[in-house]
């Protein structure tokens, strides 16, 4: 396996972990969302929006969890992929369209850990939204 593989391991087991003990805080107090991330309106943010973001951070970790013990699966790897765009989405919009989320460090980690990924992984795997061509390299293109 490359080097650059076994770091993307490292790297997702990492964020992994750190939204495990995110997911915890949002179960046990959803005033942490309110005084970390929702800056902006925490009036918004109660117990039910806490656990709902708990789940889905929840979600979101399992699946990369899963995609650093499987690299190599290319459907795995994608639906990785997609959690970092949604995450993305998600903050880009709270902090640009819906003004509940002012890029403060808590916004910021998660928009730099989604926007390292996306850049870096589709620099290093060529074929994330292509079919595959039947060709003699196997998934994903790094030697």
Sequence with gaps: MSRFLNVLRSWLVMVSVIAMG????????????????????????????????GIWTLLSSIIRCACAIDIQNKTLYHI???????????????????????????????LIVASEFLCHCNAHWVPVFSRDTGGSRSFPLVD
């Design 80 to 110: 990785t992929l997609w959690t970092f765009v949604l995450a993305l989405g998600h903050f880009l919009s709270e902090a640009f369209i819906y003004k509940t989320a002012p890029l403060t460090i808590g916004v910021m980690a998660p």
């Design 22 to 53: 995110n997911t915890v805080q949002s179960f046990r107090d959803h005033s942490f969302l309110s005084e970390k991330l929702y800056t902006g309106t925490p009036e918004f943010v109660n117990g039910l929006q806490a656990r709902t973001f």
